[in-house]
């Protein structure tokens, strides 16, 4: 039902550029609630001129449009990763940009690892180009300790492959 709502009200020329007072835009309560499904329709909408003068001619929304703390919709996807990937594979899929920085310095791997992602997950960022050794603002890295904590955390067993292609990155 929340679909078909977003939907229509996208066809009768929603904002899907507005912001809310804490700087986010539609497609970044999408990620953060994790909803895959409706990042597909934020991100294929083409709904106002307003819309398309923000994304300079591409359609749908923004997918590097930056709320009030700097961060993408991909941050908050990848923090709330551990619930799964879908989320973020779909953002990617959007041309999000996985190495963008928020207002601390954070990609969205600092924020996917901080917030117990799964391996899966990991490796959809790394693969589109997360920098594995960039620090934040804290000089956290996120690093083949960290990856394989957080992969412990969720309960996940890597096999010797695995863990090279994680390391291949390094």
């Not at 977003?6 to 009768?12: G, I």
């Not at 956290?140 to 492959?161: E, M, S």
């Amino acid at each position: 039902r929340q679909h078909e709502t977003a939907a229509a009200a996208l066809a009768r020329g929603a904002d899907a550029a507005r912001r809310d007072r804490h700087g986010n835009a539609p497609l970044h309560l999408a990620a953060m609630v994790g909803d895959a499904a409706l990042i597909d329709l934020l991100a294929s909408s083409s709904s106002s001129a307003r819309l398309q003068a923000a994304v300079q001619g591409a359609d749908g929304a923004d997918p590097a449009a930056t709320n009030a703390e700097g961060r993408t919709a991909l941050h908050l996807a990848a923090f709330g990763a551990a619930a799964g990937e879908a989320p973020v594979a779909a953002l990617l899929a959007a041309r999000a940009d996985a190495a963008a920085t928020d207002g601390h310095s954070n990609t969205p791997l600092h924020l996917a690892a901080a917030g117990g992602a799964t391996a899966g997950t990991l490796r959809l960022l790394l693969d589109a180009g997360a920098p594995l050794r960039a620090a934040n603002g804290r000089r956290f890295r996120v690093g083949p300790a960290k990856t394989q904590r957080v992969c412990n955390q969720v309960h996940i067993i890597y096999d010797l492959f695995d863990l090279w292609k994680l390391c291949v990155h390094l």
